[in-house]
C-alpha cells in the first residue's frame, strides 16, 4: 500500500539462501500514485527449495524499494499414513494440545482453555479407529500425551498421491468456528473452502456429523461434569487426478484437528 502526493512506482525485490531460486511478478508494481490517497497493488514472490535442504527455518528477504521485510520458509518432513491404511495420518508430530483428562486426574488436560477437557475413558485407544466408514489413527488420550493439533493458519505436509477426499474429525470450544481450509497441489495450484465446525456441546453443523458423542466432560479440579460433548467428522474434496502436498488449516486456536484420513 503506498500514498504520496507525487508520482511513484514501487519495485519489488526478494532475495533467499544460496542455491534457492527466488523470483517476484511484477517486478515493479503496476499503478501510479498521484495523490495523497493510499492505493495497493500485489506482487506474487516463488521460492523454488533445492532437493536436500535440510530441516529448519530459512528466511526470504522481499524490498519494495527501500522497505524491507524478511518472511520464513520452514522445512519440514511429510506426515506418514499408518501401516494397512488407506492413508491414515499418523499426526503424533503436529499434536500440540492436550486435550483430556479423568475423574482420578481431573487437572491433566485443558481442551478449552478454560480448565474442561474430554473424559480420556470414552476416547478410542491410540490405534486405528472406524467412524462413518472412514479408518483414522487415533491419538493418545492417556496421561499428559498431545491429542489435538490446534488449528493457527498451519500448513501441514502431507505424503504426496491422488486421493478423491480429506476425511477431518475435529471440533471446536467457544464456538461453533468457520474458517478456511486450503488444499495444496504438486503442481503449486491450490483450493480453498471454508469449513463450518460445531462447538464440543453443540450440534454438527451443515455437511459434518458426529462421528463420537460422550454424555459428559471433566472440569478440572471436580471431575466429571456436563453438559455433553462430541467430535465430528466432514469431507473436504481434493481435485481429481492432482497429487496432494498439503492442507493448510484456518487461523482460529478454538478449532482442534482429532484425525485425519485421506481417501
Known sequence: MAQAPTTIRPTVTATGPAGWKVTVKPKQ?????SSNLPVSATATVTVKVPTGVAEGSYPISVKVDEVALTG??????ALSCVAGTACALDLTPELTRDGTATV????EGNFDTGGWSFDAALLPAAGPVTWDGVGYQAPDPTGTAKNFVTATGQSLVLPAGSYSSLNVVATTHNGPVSGALTIGYADGTSETQTITVADWCGSPTAGTSAVLAMPHRIKA????????????G?????????SIRSVTLPDDSRLNVYALTLQ
Open 234 to 242: 466432514l469431507r473436504v474434496p481434493v481435485s481429481a487426478g492432482k
Open 221 to 232: 479440579g471436580q471431575g466429571v461434569d456436563g453438559p455433553p460433548v462430541s467430535l465430528f
Open 104 to 107: 482420578a486426574s481431573p487437572d
Open 29 to 33: 508494481l503496476p499503478y501510479l500514485v
Open 72 to 77: 520464513n520458509v520452514v522445512i519440514r518432513p
